[in-house]
């Protein structure tokens, strides 16, 4: 399956890539493991984690699934206070991915998503995400990991700079991330971590 752009015919495929060789699945479920007890990953851990993800991915370079700047909303958000920088991950909305549901309470909103707001429409957009999700379902372990890294490596560069970042995880999703991820939000103490939702148990799990 693939998306094309209507420009120039490229074809942007929204399944993930065959490996060569399998990749380590003993290695990143240890390294995992031990994260969610409090036991940060080592460099070269991250680096092959974020390697293999690449190569699922079809990408030519680290994955990033995040982004900043480019979208309206987040560059007024990063205007109000210099001292925080806003970040946002974006996956395929609803049962869109084809392998998962990721707005549980999804209605209506289908039509009105954000999903197509901005660079949204455009096909590589669209396969990214789609891919993006296909491998949180499909390789749970090793999403998790890059987004620790991501999320480590923006932590450490505005941390220089003086800065806080925050952090929306459900750009184009509904996912309850406090149980996908529990370990995530005590690695990070310091990111602002924001979210809506339509879920009523996220809602009212902490009142």
Known sequence: MYKVAKTTGKRHYTKLYKLASPYDAQRIKDVYQRLTVGIKPTKPELVYACDVARRLLGLGKAPKFYTSDGQHKMELSNGVDSHIVSFIM???????????????????????????????????????RIKRTVLLKEHRRLFGLVLYDNLERLETKYAKQGKRIAFRLNGTSDLPWENLYPWLFTAFPSVIWYDYTKDPRRMTRNL
């Open 90 to 128: 974006h996956l395929a909305p609803s049962d869109l991915s084809g392998v998962m549901n990721t707005c549980a309470f999804a209605s209506k909103c289908r039509d009105l998503c954000l999903n197509y707001s901005g660079h949204g429409p455009l096909p590589n957009v669209q396969a990214g």
